[in-house]
């Protein structure tokens, strides 16, 4: 008698193998059935925990072709030993992504008001922007927004956001701000007078940013008042050294970036 397998399917109607991928921590994957993307934090037997951008957990089953890899069905499996150690962290506090390639540059952009502020954006988030393909830009000031904002002319696939300093109510800030009503741009801000104010004084080693009187510049004010050199330039530096991660900046500032970010980079 002939021997048949227990498998009547037709070829043609059998799935294609697909790629098997250790579930390695950092590695970035999307669950179909949720839409759920995130970072592997953490591969137990028989599942998986992804992190998403904004630190939400999400656990699922190592299923044959469960999950996307850059758009590819693949099926996860669980990494060697040797690879489930924590996952490392970037400056932000995001899942760090070994190896990972720049993405080409987004159409749609991130202003910032001042080149130390930008640097600042450059040193914490300067990870994630190139995995995001975002690029930041920095603007002497905001006094013609309204006129930059239309001559950017925003659109669905190529959004615009502003952060601006000492955006608080009743500031000058504020009324411009307000001006710009595009739907595909957003302006935030932070509550205070320099950048510099946003980096906590705990991580300079000083117990508060002392108060400027008005009418005196606020960074030359600053140095006089901690006893620092009067070269804003070269404070400013010694500054951003201090500065190693997003822990050493205020939450204000977080949210304001952390905002952008989203909006800038949220599916049309």
């Not at 932000?92 to 130390?116: D, F, K, L, Q």
């Not at 608080?168 to 504020?174: F, I, T």
């Not at 900046?249 to 905002?259: A, F, Q, T, W």
Request: glycine share 10%; hydrophobic share 40%.
């Amino acid at each position: 008698m002939r021997q048949y397998s227990p498998d009547l399917t037709p070829p043609w109607k059998k799935p294609k193998p697909v790629p098997q991928v250790p579930a390695d921590p950092g590695l970035v994957v999307e669950e179909p059935g949720t839409g759920f993307c995130g970072a592997v934090i953490r591969c137990e037997a028989g599942t998986v925990t992804l992190e998403d951008r904004f630190g939400k957990h999400r656990v699922f089953p190592l299923e044959p072709r469960g999950f996307l890899l850059e758009g590819k069905v693949v099926t996860l499996v669980r990494p060697s030993g040797a690879a489930l150690a924590t996952p490392s962290r970037t400056a932000s506090g995001s899942i760090a992504v070994p190896g990972a390639r720049a993405r080409v540059a987004r159409a749609g952009r991130i202003y910032v008001e001042g080149r130390h502020d930008a640097e600042l954006v450059e040193k914490v988030w300067g990870d994630d922007l190139r995995i995001e393909g975002v690029v930041v830009e920095y603007l002497e000031g905001v006094d013609d927004l309204p006129a930059i904002v239309a001559e950017f002319d925003p659109g669905p696939d190529a959004r615009l956001g502003v952060l601006v300093d000492h955006l608080v109510p009743g500031s000058k800030e504020s009324r411009i701000a307000a001006s710009v009503t595009s739907e595909h741009a957003l302006v935030v801000g932070h509550p205070y007078i320099d950048i510099w104010e946003a980096v906590k004084p705990s991580s300079l080693g000083i117990q508060s940013w002392p108060r400027i009187p008005h009418g005196q510049d606020w960074k030359t004010g600053v140095c006089r008042a901690v006893g620092w050199p009067e070269n804003t330039g070269a404070v400013w530096q010694a500054i951003l050294e201090r500065v190693g991660s997003y822990r050493d900046l205020e939450p204000e500032l977080l949210r304001s970036v952390e905002h952008l970010i989203d909006f800038v980079t949220a599916p049309e």
